[in-house]
């Protein structure tokens, strides 16, 4: 892989935790284990994973729950659940809950490489394809994805790297809430207090940049995040 994938596995089975954390490890793989629910909530805060590993059956909270936990925090992570539990409705349950994949114990190591890596070739592609998205259209400003430009009627408007990052994310989700996570983790890579306080002064620039547009605000929703809003 020419990427460091980050997994967070979700296992409370000390043996099984550690075999999975090593043997992913040894494979190319950056692993976070969290031992129950509680705990990978928190990871999931601070840090960027590409996919998240849940067993079900946790002691705190089962996988199912936790998985929405996880989706409220992130909404684009992908979820692979692992279960002792062989029932057709458990199974049917996780996908309907959003799982891109189920596997039953005991795991087979090898079996969970393979399908993790498809999974991740899928999720890459799909990125790609949604890459080629050459310019967004945002009012009477286009956001030119080629160059990394912002233009108003055909005059550029010069943006830092931050500010055009930013501008792009909410461009992508024009009249959608972003979230601090959502947006701290993309454009900043981490989610913490220091870049929370640097995310308000760029919207405050980004404000100024689109101010020649009267349809067009970016409005904070209280303690939720931003949206990038336009008017009809």
Known sequence: ???????LLVEDD??????????????????TWAKDAAEAQV????????????????P??????????IKSLNPELPFIFLTARSLKIDVLKGFSLGAVDYLKKPIDEEELVVRINALLSRLVADQEQEAHVSQYEIGEYVLNMDNFELSFKGQPIK???KEFDLLALL??????????????TTVWDKNDYFNKKSLNVFIS??????GQDPKLSI??????GFMLREED
């Open 219 to 224: 409005v904070n929703v209280s303690r939720r």
């Open 60 to 69: 705190d909270m089962d996988g199912f729950e936790l998985s929405q936990k």
């Open 14 to 31: 000390n043996a099984l935790g550690y075999l999975l954390s090593e043997y992913l490890g040894m494979k190319g793989f950056s692993i």
């Open 1 to 7: 892989m020419d990427k460091t994938y980050k997994l």
């Open 171 to 184: 461009a992508k989700n024009k009249n959608q809430l972003c979230t601090h996570k959502e947006i701290l």
């Open 205 to 210: 620039h980004l404000r100024k940049h689109l």
């Open 43 to 58: 990871k999931t805060k601070t840090n960027v994973f590409d996919l998240a590993i849940l067993d079900v059956m946790l």
């Open 159 to 161: 943006l830092t790297g």
